[in-house]
């Protein structure tokens, strides 16, 4: 079984875009610095970065979307299962995860330091912070944890979509994004319309119960990402190669 090879592949194979990423976020630290002395004359220069772990969200979603089709079929080339390719995405999944979640920390703490140097000029808090408004020292851990978790959900969810057009025909690619959109569009329309008020409380008290803490937070991402992780496998164990 080749694991490790297709696990090296499949992390390696999301290096750049991630040092992009992180590179980008890196130089709007550095272009708000360089440009401070020129903007804060008239006291209004003032930069923000609270819960960017929500923008690495987004990044975490693209970057599934982007990591199935290369990687299964030159995996296939070099004669790796479909079965180890699959562990081996969930290994490569979870290190990807963790190193942006500690990413994300890193990049809230030096905001953070730049706030206490300029308090006038930067403004940082984590996603985790925000969301459960715990800001002691602990809360550095809690809040890598709470990114790891939910950085896992997302790109469970990513994989799985990118597995699941992967195995559509042209016209089945056409129906779900066309259909899709217009679904929830109607759905929308009738919750908007008739259930708004009861559908609202009924909500409420589901992100309550599943996200009102961390560890319960923590318990639901789990059992999304192996939901999801499931199907992506009974998906990914017949695909066939085009």
Not at 106 to 117: F, K, Q, R
Request: glycine fraction near 6%; aromatic fraction near 14%.
């Amino acid at each position: 079984m080749k694991l490790y090879p297709s696990f090296r592949y499949q992390l390696w194979d999301q290096r750049t875009a991630i040092l992009i990423y992180y590179a980008i976020l890196a130089s709007l630290l550095l272009v708000s610095l360089i440009a401070m002395p020129f903007l804060s004359t008239g006291g209004s220069f003032f930069a923000s970065a609270n819960g960017v772990t929500a923008v690495t969200v987004v990044f975490a979603f693209i970057l599934s979307l982007c990591a199935f089709k290369d990687s299964f079929l030159m995996n296939l080339q070099q004669g790796i299962s479909r079965r180890s390719q699959f562990l081996a995405r969930l290994g490569a999944m979870g290190v990807v995860c963790a190193v942006m979640a500690v990413a994300d920390e890193v990049y809230t703490l030096l905001l953070a330091g730049l706030h206490m140097a300029f308090p006038d000029s930067f403004l940082s808090h984590s996603l985790y912070g925000m969301i459960y408004g715990d800001n002691s020292g602990f809360a550095i851990l809690l809040s890598i944890i709470f990114s790891f978790f939910l950085l896992l959900a997302v790109c469970s969810l990513g994989y799985l979509v990118t597995v699941f057009m992967y195995r559509l025909n042209k016209l089945g690619k056409i129906i779900f994004w066309v259909g899709t959109p217009f679904v929830c569009i109607l759905f929308l329309s009738h919750i908007v319309t008739h259930m708004y008020g009861k559908l609202a409380v009924f909500l409420g008290n589901i992100v309550q119960l599943c996200f009102g803490t961390l560890p319960r937070m923590a318990m639901t991402c789990t059992l999304v990402t192996a939901l999801f992780s499931a199907l992506t496998w009974l998906l990914m164990r017949r695909a066939a190669v085009k």
